[in-house]
């Protein structure tokens, strides 16, 4: 094995632990914040105000994080088995080859080929 294919492996166990600490942290503070009592109560509208238009639902914007982390569970998959098919499709949608290359209006059509990954 090369130098530079072992230093890309080590770098990307590097990445996933961190991603993995990061969710854990994250789950920590969700635990640790919630006093578990019940929230206050907001106050009431006046009947004679209008309600506001309720505005379409709109998708929540898809971040970086999560669509690295949605890579990262593919790629690690039954053992790495689609790594290269994870590596090739992220080489297709970036100029650069990395994640932060792609533009982020491109980050749900590359999920939806992602989810097409290891289903044939």
């Known amino acids: 094995m090369s130098k530079m294919s072992e230093l890309s492996m080590l770098l990307d166990s590097l990445i996933e632990c961190g991603e993995k600490l990061t969710e854990t942290a994250k789950g920590l503070k ?4 919630d006093t578990g009592e019940p929230e ?4 009431e509208i006046p009947k004679k105000a209008a309600a506001p238009k309720p505005e379409p639902e ?7 994080e999560d669509v690295r982390l949605l890579l990262s569970k593919k790629a ?4 790495g ?10 080489r297709k ?19 939806r ?8």
């Open 81 to 90: 088995r689609y790594k290269v098919q994870v590596k090739n499709l992220v």
């Open 93 to 111: 949608y970036a100029n650069g080859g990395s994640l932060t290359d792609i533009p982020p209006e491109k980050y749900e059509e590359l999920l």
């Open 113 to 120: 080929e992602l989810e097409v990954i290891g289903d044939a």
């Open 40 to 43: 206050p109560k907001q106050p």
């Open 30 to 33: 969700a635990f640790y914040t």
């Open 76 to 79: 690690s998959e039954d053992e």
């Open 58 to 64: 709109k998708k929540p914007a898809l971040k970086k």
